[in-house]
């Protein structure tokens, strides 16, 4: 049997918390931000909305699993705005998912694993046109439905850890 919770600490987040998936609840309200397009990937990207399944096809891909682990990435910044600092941070939880998504899978493992915005495996998504990393894309927490402080709340962990800083989440989903 695999121990997710072991490869999930030697990848490098900066809060790993188990949680039970009860406690995640696709909601179409969270959705619906999404379809407000602000990050525009809205239709444009595989592993977002409404490509990524339904609100009530995510919650059931969310259910068939009983183990969970909240992965968090915290960075600081060097103000309250502080863009360059929110990509940088960004940008190292990204590294940091896909490299447990590919050392899991290298496993064999069977899983879920939900990241922080839209799949950024390739600078710019395919979409429409077949995706160029079939198996390997992430979709993003949101774009399951999940309210990320609420998520965080329920899980015991924090969302934010003090003035200046930035945190990422994504969740790994999987049977024990």
């Known amino acids: 049997m695999m121990d997710f919770l072991s490869v999930a600490n030697e990848i490098g987040f900066s809060h790993i918390v188990e ?7 696709a909601r179409d309200a969270v959705r619906a931000m999404c379809a407000e397009d602000r990050c525009r990937a809205y239709g444009k990207n595989w592993s977002c909305p409404p490509n990524c399944g339904t ?3 995510c919650q059931a891909k ?6 969970g682990i909240l992965l968090q990435t915290t960075g600081n910044l060097k103000s309250v705005i502080d863009v360059l600092g929110y990509k940088n941070v960004g ?5 940091l998912v896909y490299k447990l998504f590919d050392n899991l899978k290298s ?3 069977e899983f879920l694993l939900l990241g922080a915005g839209g799949c950024r495996r390739c600078k710019k998504c395919a ?4 995706c160029r990393m079939p198996g390997k894309s992430v979709s993003s927490m949101e774009g399951y439905g999940l309210l990320v402080s609420q998520v965080c709340k329920d899980a015991g962990a924090e969302y934010t850890y003090g003035d200046k800083t930035i945190t990422y989440s994504a969740c790994l ?4």
């Open 19 to 25: 949680f039970d998936p009860k406690i995640l609840e």
């Open 55 to 57: 609100v009530e096809e």
């Open 62 to 67: 969310m259910s068939s699993y009983n183990r």
């Open 91 to 95: 940008d190292k939880h990204n590294e």
């Open 107 to 109: 496993q064999g493992a």
């Open 127 to 130: 979409y429409p046109e077949p």
């Open 173 to 176: 989903l999987y049977n024990e």
